[in-house]
């Protein structure tokens, strides 16, 4: 983990601090997760085991820990596996439109989509978990159009999906969530 990426107080008793700005209630491992995303070079099994645990301590705490990571809220999203039909649960950064949620699946940059991603288009409906909350959610990617608009909104929300799609020649998609 780079240092310069996470910071803590002397004696250890503030919060951990990314590019010197305070996180609230985000453990070392869900920073530490969100800097080896930033890193092309990560294994997907550690992205797999770092999703794993962000989630299990969201879920634990019912957000309490988790529910904001780099300034941006997190969700978690249950879809169901296209080839096996068995429930995946993983962590995303989310934005509001009313109702709607809206999703980005960047997978860091990678030249692949995401799993979810994959999962959703074979199956859009899954669930949705916010802070204790739970519901039923309808997936569907944005338009053309409607990315056009989305895309500024996402990048002012968090610069690393700018990073992200330069690092693909896919286009990264936005889905919403209704």
Known sequence: MSP???ERSVGGSAPPCIAGKPVSTVPATVIAY???VRSPQLKDATVKRLSALHTG???ATRG???R???HNDMLLLTTAGRRT???HTVPLLYLRDGDRLVVIASYGGRPEHPEWYRNLLAEPSA???ILGNTRQVRARTMTVEERAIWWPRIVQAHSDY???QSRTDREIPVVWLD
């Open 4 to 6: 310069s990426h996470v």
């Open 85 to 87: 039909g068995a429930a």
């Open 34 to 36: 969100h800097n080896h």
């Open 127 to 129: 669930t949705v978990q």
């Open 68 to 70: 904001r990571l780099v």
């Open 57 to 59: 301590l969201y879920r």
């Open 64 to 66: 309490r820990v988790g």
């Open 162 to 164: 700018a990073v992200y």
